[in-house]
């Protein structure tokens, strides 16, 4: 019913934190790497604000496929109250029933697969920074 709010207000979150981190943050870190061939690559050390616009990305995403999939089945109207069960106010409990399981957990287990993706994208940052201290004493 409206259990899409609830990633969708994070990801409004986390959009307006984005912004307000980058704009706060200096220049990325960089790392010259000297190759074997005697060229040097630059390597730019990826920003919070860009791995949390990950996570508002797929918040947004996720989000909007599943108010897709309310408008579809007649969930979500264009007439106010926009969510028809809460034409009956009986109804209004089971819709924040199911905005507290539903869509909590939707929103936690999306920001925890964003946790995995960061941590993925660390181990292979030291990595490449390590290999580019391997190759520089050699």
Do not use: Y
Not at 9 to 31: D, F, G, L, M
Not at 100 to 121: C, F, H, N, R
């Amino acid at each position: 019913m409206a259990c899409f709010l609830v990633p969708a207000a994070e990801a409004v979150i986390t959009t307006v934190a984005s912004k307000v981190i980058k704009s706060k943050e200096s220049s990325p870190e960089t790392v010259h790497i000297s190759l074997d061939d005697s060229t040097v690559t630059e390597a730019v050390k990826t920003p919070f604000s860009q791995k949390l616009k990950w996570l508002s990305n797929l918040l947004w995403g996720g989000s909007s496929l599943l108010a897709f999939e309310h408008v579809w089945h007649g969930e979500v109207v264009p007439w106010f109250p926009f969510i028809s069960v809460a034409d009956n106010p009986a109804d209004i409990a089971m819709m924040f029933n199911e905005m507290l399981t539903v869509g909590v957990t939707m929103a936690v287990l999306v920001t925890a697969v964003w946790g995995g993706i960061l941590a993925i994208s660390n181990v292979i940052e030291k990595r490449a920074v390590k290999s580019a201290d391997i190759l520089q004493l050699k």
